[in-house]
């Protein structure tokens, strides 16, 4: 054991969200909320005064910070801004799309689930070649 070298951890990795209320809500009473030293917090809540400019700057200010590990976006909410959601390809922060109260779920919006079905088409191509 003393001559492995240990893998540097963050103990200290939180989740952002930018969502409708009701969404934020039921969050931040399951515990995730955070306010930091500035006072900023680790969600948006958007409503219809919520721009699009302030939630594209919040997505940036999420995925640029290095104590977020994942970042939990409406789909609704990530499909204003789906330039910058599906040019994001680093794997941390994750990028989480989920569904909300009003909104459903549509699986083919979904930017991860498209990019595991590129991988799985590639892939699937790849070995009928052998």
Known sequence: MAGRSQVPSNNSAIIA?????????????AGVGNVDLRRKTNYLIVDSKTTVKAIEETFKEFTSKEDIAIVL???YVANMI???????NKPVPAILEIPSKDHPY??????????????????SSSSDRR
Do not use: C, N, W
């Open 82 to 88: 789906r330039f910058l959601v599906d040019s994001y």
């Open 73 to 75: 976006i409406s789909q």
């Open 106 to 123: 549509d699986p083919t919006h979904d930017s991860v689930l498209s990019r595991v079905k590129y991988l799985f088409s590639s892939d």
């Open 17 to 29: 969200m930018i969502a409708d209320e009701d969404t934020v809500t039921g969050f931040l009473l």
